[in-house]
């Protein structure tokens, strides 16, 4: 059901040192930082040839991204996006498996303008896990 992985997200303590990093210690293709309100996150891309890598900053009162780094300081990786063909159809059967969907289990529209759903990370492995509809 799954389809190639989307990306890489990890949250940040600092968004320019990071950006910074990727940019010129590990010449990538470092995009400028994008503010996503709905999310909580100000985010930079990083296009890798095979995948992504999204930098992880909180945006507002009350970010998920805030909680995550007050529990692990210098940042980690925050969640796997793996492309799904139909959400809502991967989903139901999800759900069917006994795998929880976070949230009201309809889908947001995510950081690339497509429908996402986020999984619970204590049903795959101890990793959060979003899945967009491409
Ligand atoms: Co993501």
């Known amino acids: 059901m799954i389809g190639r992985l989307n990306h890489v997200a990890i949250a940040v303590p600092d968004l320019d040192a990071a950006s910074a990093q990727y940019r010129t210690m590990l010449g990538a293709n470092v995009g400028a930082p994008q503010d996503e309100p709905d999310h909580g996150v100000t985010v930079v891309f990083i296009e890798l040839p095979n995948t992504k ?20 300081p210098s940042g980690g990786i925050h969640h796997i996006c793996y492309e799904v ?27 690339h303008g497509k429908p996402v759903l986020f999984l619970h990370p ?5 990793t959060l896990v979003e899945l967009e509809q491409v």
């Open 53 to 72: 890598i999204e930098l992880l900053f909180p945006l507002g009162e009350g970010s998920p991204i805030q909680g995550f780094l007050d529990k692990n």
């Open 85 to 111: 063909e139909d959400i809502l159809s991967a989903r139901d059967h999800l759900q069917s498996e006994g795998a929880r969907v976070l949230g009201s289990g309809e889908p947001k529209i995510g950081a």
């Open 122 to 126: 204590k049903d795959f492995q101890g």
